[in-house]
């Protein structure tokens, strides 16, 4: 399967603890994209990337939100200090161009107790 | 603030049916329109996508009109099957800014 790959598909955790999600693209995929997916929801973006460089960042991305994407390949998204507020899906994207269509991983689910 | 705004929230539709599902924007500068299917505890997959210069595009049961005078844009799913019962997101984007803005969604329940 050469699909978008998310770990894990669910994360569970007590408020205030920091949590990690990776996601890996299609090969050769240049730009990599985070959205989060509240219930009823589209997704919202969250930022992206072109190769190693994170050229925007959406204003629902927090202080406490960080991405990154070293060497240009995988992504990590961490969330610290998470809130009740931040349980929701979160999608990876990766596109070949900016301009070509984005495709999407299954997603993390992520449970604030 | 929602920019693409999608109706209805939900419909049900017999098995060989037409769905349609309608979305409307306001940023004149969107110039790319991609409709994702999205079943449950799955990410959205790309269903079809429509650029501004033409007015309509099919594939296979699925149809993506478009009115560029109205801002709006709409999906046809002909001869509906019970395996097309899923959620459908319109999005919409910017050529240079790359960054997907979708609807909130429509859940299709097609029985048969």
């Known amino acids: 399967d050469t699909g978008v790959s998310q770990n894990p598909r669910h994360k569970i955790t007590k408020r205030g603890q920091n949590v990690t999600f990776r996601c890996d693209p299609i090969?050769?995929?240049?730009?990599l994209y985070w959205y989060r997916q509240t219930l009823g929801q589209g997704p919202e973006f969250l930022t992206y990337f072109q190769n190693e460089a994170q050229l925007e960042k959406s204003r629902l991305l927090s202080d406490r939100f960080s991405a990154e994407r070293p060497k240009g390949s995988f992504s990590t998204l961490e969330i610290q200090r998470t809130e009740q507020g931040d349980s929701a899906m979160y999608l990876c994207?990766?596109?070949?161009?900016?301009?070509?269509?984005?495709?999407f991983g299954d997603g993390t689910r992520l449970s604030i107790l | 603030q929602q920019q693409v705004k999608q109706s209805p929230q939900s419909l049900i539709v017999q098995k060989g049916g037409i769905s349609i599902i309608n979305c409307a924007y306001e940023n004149t500068a969107f110039d790319y329109f991609p409709w994702y299917q999205q079943f449950p505890g799955k990410g959205p997959a790309l269903l079809i996508a429509i650029r501004p210069d033409v007015s309509e595009k099919k594939e296979g049961r699925f149809t993506i009109s478009f009115n560029k005078s109205a801002k709006q844009f709409s999906l046809h799913i002909m001869d509906s099957q019970p395996g097309d019962s899923a959620t459908y997101f319109c999005?919409?984007?910017?050529?240079?800014?790359?960054?997907?803005?979708f609807g909130a969604g429509t859940t299709v329940t097609v029985r048969a």
């Open positions: 999005a919409a984007r910017v050529s240079n800014d790359y960054k997907l803005s």
């Open positions: 994207a990766s596109s070949l161009y900016g301009n070509q269509p984005q495709h």
């Open positions: 090969s050769e995929h240049n730009r």
